[in-house]
């Protein structure tokens, strides 16, 4: 779990959960949800990364990479949205989340790996491609003021390239190729059970429903093949959940036209 030591000492005093997290960002939705199944409270700390408001020396010094999201949980901060979640459901257990027998549960954390590994190189490829990379291109002085603020190399070229060479044709096209594979494979599986690691809605389903929620109505990606995958997410938008952590966070501009 990458609990961090924040350069911004003010969140260490920070009782109960604080989350600092974005409407429009899908691994803030991970945690919203599941803060939201555990019926938990916590005090939101909203950033528009549309208009660079988590580009500041002071969120910096909370999250060294300048992500959304984090979780401050009585003073101890901890990023990355894959070991939020996990930690959300160690420290507050009921209801569970992880499969209680061992190959469920493998298959929940097989899920929950992948989500993470594709996430640059896939899925923010493919988004930033289709629709947010206009959003968030940067004048001289916010570029420079990134630059000054983001140490990660990996996210500095990124960035630079989504918001002005762009990507290449080759590269969105691996990107895709990976996102087909992923929701191919999840439709197939989906086809023996309800939800992605067995019998019970549990942290594969959180890590996966922001991404297929927000390829559809941000980069226009189809899943009018994905039979399987259209049931499973009519099962999750039944849930409370859903809209309270995904729909009600999520900025109406950018709801794609269907």
Known sequence: MPVI?????EVLSYAGLHLFHSGVSNCSMRVRMVLEEKGLEWESHHLNILKKEHITPEYFGINPAGLVPTL????????????????????????????????????????LRKAVEIHVKAIKTFIYDRRVGKNMAQNLEEEEKYRSLQTNRELLEFHR??????FSADEV???????????????????????????????ADVAWLPLQ????????????????????VKRIESRPSFQKSVVDWFPPEMLRSK
């Open 161 to 166: 390239r989504s918001t002005t060479t762009g």
């Open 213 to 232: 929620f927000t390829l559809d109505l941000l980069a226009g990606y189809s899943f009018d093949s994905y039979d399987n995958i259209a049931k499973w």
């Open 72 to 111: 401050v949980n009585d003073g101890v901060v901890i990023i990355e949205s894959d070991d939020i979640i996990d930690h959300l459901d160690d420290a507050f257990p009921e209801p569970p989340l992880k499969p209680s027998d061992p190959q469920q549960r493998e298959q929940m954390y097989f899920w």
């Open 173 to 203: 096209s691996a990107a895709e190729a990976i996102i087909d594979d992923c929701f191919q494979t999840l439709d197939r599986g989906l086809a023996e059970s309800e939800w992605i690691a067995g019998d019970a809605f549990s942290l």
């Open 5 to 9: 030591v924040p350069t911004n000492e």
